[in-house]
């Protein structure tokens, strides 16, 4: 079955400290990849996605992601966090052949001023 | 651009009670899709429609669950009977359209607790 999986389930970081997320999914074929935040009491917003081309993409608020097919992987990043970052970060797979958005279960991020 | 709009926010109610949860797709979005989050499951897609159409149900839970969309602007998705492991947080999002690459926009949300 079609699955994704998120490393780490709560990180706990200083401010300005560096962030990595890792993202997994399992499926062969081709798949568009997003991540997505939830800040608290919010909804999910689309912080950036990938379908093709430049395997380093950046999105919103300095965060950026790289998709290596070959490990089957697209982790989050971002150089700096801010307490602001606080939120739970969603990683997400569609394989192109069922359109179906396939959530991770989420890694909670809280970040210490 | 108003996003989906969503009602109610907050939803309390005893077990055995009919529930009702709407959502207002973005204008000009055809898909719709309605999700659950809880703590045990994370985000479950439940349902998406297509052009009011409903595409794949799939993740419908049970039968006490139900979602209609008769029209472009309005869907609801219904529980009767409410029973408490229903209680979560229930999600609607709308995309352009169905393709892939198209990114779904989330509704604020409805927090169901069922007593």
């Known amino acids: 079955a079609q699955s994704v999986s998120q490393h780490n389930h709560h990180v706990i970081l200083s401010e300005a400290a560096s962030l990595e997320l890792g993202c997994n999914y399992s499926y062969g074929g081709t798949v568009n990849l997003f991540w997505y935040v939830q800040y608290p009491g919010q909804h999910l917003q689309l912080l950036l996605k990938y379908f093709s081309g430049d395997p380093l993409v950046k999105g919103i608020k300095g965060f950026e992601a790289e998709f290596i097919k070959s490990k089957f992987s697209f982790n989050l990043r971002k150089p700096s966090v801010q307490w602001s970052d606080t939120a739970e970060y969603f990683c997400?797979?569609?394989?192109?052949?069922?359109?179906?958005?396939?959530f991770g279960q989420g890694t909670t991020l809280q970040v210490k001023p | 651009d108003a996003g989906v709009i969503q009602s109610p926010r907050h939803e309390v109610t005893e077990m055995g009670q009919e529930v009702t949860l709407r959502c207002k797709p973005i204008s000009g979005h055809n898909s719709l899709f309605w999700y659950r989050q809880t703590m045990m499951r994370g985000l479950e897609l439940l349902i998406y429609?297509?052009?009011?159409?409903?595409?794949?149900d799939s993740g419908m839970p049970e039968d006490r669950f139900s979602a209609k969309m008769p029209n472009a602007s309005f869907s609801t998705l219904k529980i009767q009977p409410s029973e408490p492991r229903d209680s979560a947080v229930y999600f609607c999002?709308?995309?352009?359209?169905?393709?892939?690459?198209?990114?779904?926009?989330f509704g604020d949300g409805t927090r169901l607790s069922i007593l």
């Open positions: 999002a709308s995309s352009r359209g169905p393709d892939s690459n198209q990114p779904q926009h």
């Open positions: 997400a797979v569609i394989p192109t052949n069922t359109g179906k958005l396939i």
């Open positions: 429609f297509n052009n009011n159409v409903p595409i794949d």
